[in-house]
């Protein structure tokens, strides 16, 4: 590993590379290179305003992969961000050849990320009131509802994927690069993803991926909320009925769980 820096920004990478192109668009004042999909990302000002930049082509430090396979995965992704729409989702402008790679460029979006791997983020959200959580549920739930209304299964989609503004109370989803257009069967065994938000399926080669597979997403997104790791009582901000809907949507048995995304919103509106 190393460490390279652009306007000023200190960042890893797994091999030196030249950055340079990213002064077409504008003054870099973030980066994000802890993603191990091969991908790393800026924040950058543009003429325009902020903008994310999403880029694959370059030796990142937490990818093993080869960056040509990098970038044609992102290459693969763009009709993924043609078809799924919905208010939450980050603001797709454009994609494009540049840099001896393969960029996505996105309006940028303000909020902290609910993903684990930033600490200080994470632990914020984790602390805001029940009221804050249940609007960032709800908005998740209405997402992946839109998303199976799209023809797509959310893969690899946790609380990375996920960021709440403190100050107008958006959420806002920023990652959907591994979803896939239905039907889809696990051909891979353990499949993409963060662990704990994975269904046994999503293990099992030759099974079905499905809306039922985002039910135990949406299930095990609800724990991440409103529990503690451990998915303890203590931590638990809502009655027990909410609990067990949970425990349902998340039941290792895929024919025990709801059959779907809207009945299992109509089950948490409903409390029952």
């Not at 820096?5 to 077409?24: C, N, P, R, T, V």
């Not at 529990?227 to 009925?241: G, H, M, Q, V, Y």
């Not at 290792?252 to 948490?268: Q, V």
């Amino acid at each position: 590993m190393i460490f390279q820096y652009i306007d000023g920004i200190k960042f890893k990478m797994g091999a030196e590379f030249d950055f340079s192109f990213l002064k077409k668009y504008g003054t870099v004042f973030k980066v994000f290179d802890d993603q191990d999909s091969g991908n790393i990302c800026f924040g950058i000002n543009s003429l325009e305003g902020k903008i994310f930049v999403k880029f694959a082509g370059a030796p990142t430090a937490e990818y093993e992969g080869n960056t040509d396979e990098a970038v044609a995965r992102l290459k693969a992704t763009l009709p993924i961000y043609e078809a799924v729409k919905h208010d939450s989702l980050i603001k797709f402008i454009k994609a494009e050849e540049v840099g001896n790679g393969y960029a996505f460029v996105f309006k940028w979006a303000d909020g902290k990320c609910m993903g684990r791997m930033y600490e200080d983020d994470h632990r914020y959200i984790m602390a805001l009131p029940v009221e804050d959580k249940l609007s960032i549920f709800d908005t998740v739930i209405s997402f992946l509802q839109s998303v199976h209304n799209s023809g797509y299964v959310a893969v690899d989609f946790y609380d990375g994927s996920i960021m709440y503004d403190e100050n107008t109370h958006n959420t806002t989803i920023c990652d959907i690069d591994f979803f896939q257009r239905k039907p889809y069967i696990n051909n891979m065994g353990r499949m993409w993803g963060s662990a704990r938000f994975m269904s046994p399926e999503e293990y099992e080669l030759g099974a079905l991926i499905d809306e039922v597979t985002n039910v135990f997403t949406l299930g095990q997104m609800g724990f991440s909320l409103f529990t503690d790791s451990n998915r303890e009582f203590e931590a638990w901000p809502l009655s027990n009925k909410f609990y067990r809907i949970l425990e349902k949507a998340t039941d290792p048995d895929r024919e025990k769980r709801y059959e779907s995304i809207s009945e299992f919103k109509e089950a948490w509106e409903n409390g029952s």
